[in-house]
């Protein structure tokens, strides 16, 4: 009778860790589903700042871990159309398993301008994970010292 009761228990406590393997590696699953789907969607892509000077506009985005070669910028005088070529590589590996994926895909995003540049007068730089595109403005500003009286 300890036994068949000894056997039941081990295929018990089997059952019972293989659902909560299959339960680890689901949920896993999920995560890594769902921060691909966030970068996929660009819920992650970094924002933008767009800062100037009296003769030109300065538009830095934070694009850590990107090529150059995978950066693609077309400038208007009123936009700036930003395409990146993302390449993901996960691997993972456990005590039974590895798993090894490999996915591209593009981010495109379109940055409006806040005054009319000249787009034939610019130029990019990726520094440290930073674009910095710097463009003339169509109409420079010209500063006058206004002395107080």
């Known amino acids: 009778m300890k036994k068949m009761y000894h056997k039941e228990h081990m295929s018990e406590m089997k059952c ?10 689901e949920t896993l699953n999920d995560v890594r589903c769902d921060i691909e789907e966030s ?6 892509m970094p924002g933008k700042t767009i800062s100037e000077t009296s003769e030109s506009l300065i ?10 070669e995978n950066i693609k910028i077309d400038l208007s005088e009123s936009e700036m159309i930003l ?3 993302v390449e993901m590589e996960h691997y993972m590996k456990g005590g ?10 593009n981010i495109k995003r379109k940055i ?3 005054e009319k540049v000249i787009p034939s007068e610019s130029k990019a730089q990726l520094e440290n ?3 910095r595109v710097e463009v003339s403005k169509l109409v420079k500003e010209d500063l006058i010292n206004v002395k107080i009286e």
């Open 16 to 25: 019972y860790l293989k659902d909560a393997l299959n339960q680890t590696v």
């Open 96 to 105: 039974f398993f590895s798993l090894s994926e490999q996915q591209k895909g």
């Open 112 to 114: 409006s301008l806040p």
């Open 83 to 85: 395409e990146v070529t």
């Open 59 to 68: 538009i830095k985005v934070l694009l850590p871990g990107i090529k150059k």
């Open 39 to 44: 970068i996929i969607n660009h819920d992650l």
């Open 129 to 131: 994970g930073i674009l």
